[in-house]
């Protein structure tokens, strides 16, 4: 059997497929504009999380720069040290709960401990614990408005020319500790903070 359809009927199919056709293209294109706009407003929060994230940094750097110039400029702060680096160019980490330069009440105190090594040294840390009476005080701030801060130490187990750089905006510092019989020279890295902020453990001095 032969089965006939006249063109009416071809057109109308015609039709009903593009029509078809038609209702799946703008359908994908609006699926893909959503995603578009989606992946957008995903792309702008990360973009907006990641500022946010940059001031709030910036803010508690301001703060702690502000802090410590009021350390320095009250001769009450302790520099916790990160870092230290030998005059035979070793640069070693260090635990900066235990290894500061610290300045309270006219009094400066130096403290290097490496327990890490298995012995005690002179303050039973691994290391030695110095403090002497703070004197010659000279602040200052350089072109790049880093604030420079220079003291001599004396006392039992130190005699020394201590200089201190607080890198501005920020707590960052660069200490260099100068024993005024010897060459062999100390530089710190760490931060500073005033006396009350910190809490590092001080063994028994010299």
């Known amino acids: 059997m032969i089965i006939k359809t006249n063109n009416l009927d071809m057109r109308r199919l015609i039709f009903l497929l593009i029509a078809a056709c038609s209702v799946t293209f703008c359908f994908a294109q609006l699926s893909d504009e959503k995603l578009e706009k989606?992946?957008?407003?995903?792309?702008d929060a990360k973009k907006l999380k990641k500022e946010k994230e940059k001031?709030?940094?910036a803010l508690r750097d301001s703060?702690?720069?502000?802090?410590?110039v009021i350390g320095i400029n009250e001769m009450n702060f302790v520099v916790e040290a990160d870092r230290i680096s030998f005059p035979n160019g070793v640069t070693v980490n260090t635990d900066s709960n235990t290894n500061f330069i610290s300045a309270t009440n006219g009094k400066g105190m130096v403290q290097i401990a490496f327990p890490q090594y298995g012995f005690g040294g002179f303050n039973g840390l691994g290391g030695i614990t110095v403090e002497g009476m703070i004197?010659?005080?000279?602040?200052?701030?350089?072109?790049?408005?880093?604030?420079?801060?220079?003291?001599?130490?004396?006392?039992?187990?130190?005699?020394a020319q201590i200089l201190i750089t607080l890198l501005k905006t920020s707590n960052e510092v660069v200490a260099t500790?100068?024993?005024?019989f010897n060459s062999n020279r100390l530089t710190v890295y760490g931060k500073l903070y005033p006396n009350q902020l910190s809490s590092v453990f001080k063994?028994?001095?010299l």
């Open 63 to 68: 703060i702690n720069f502000h802090n410590a």
């Open 55 to 57: 001031q709030l940094e």
């Open 203 to 205: 063994a028994m001095p």
């Open 38 to 43: 989606a992946e957008k407003e995903v792309t």
């Open 135 to 159: 004197t010659n005080i000279k602040t200052s701030t350089d072109k790049k408005g880093n604030v420079i801060l220079k003291m001599s130490v004396m006392g039992t187990g130190i005699s």
């Open 177 to 180: 500790i100068d024993p005024n």
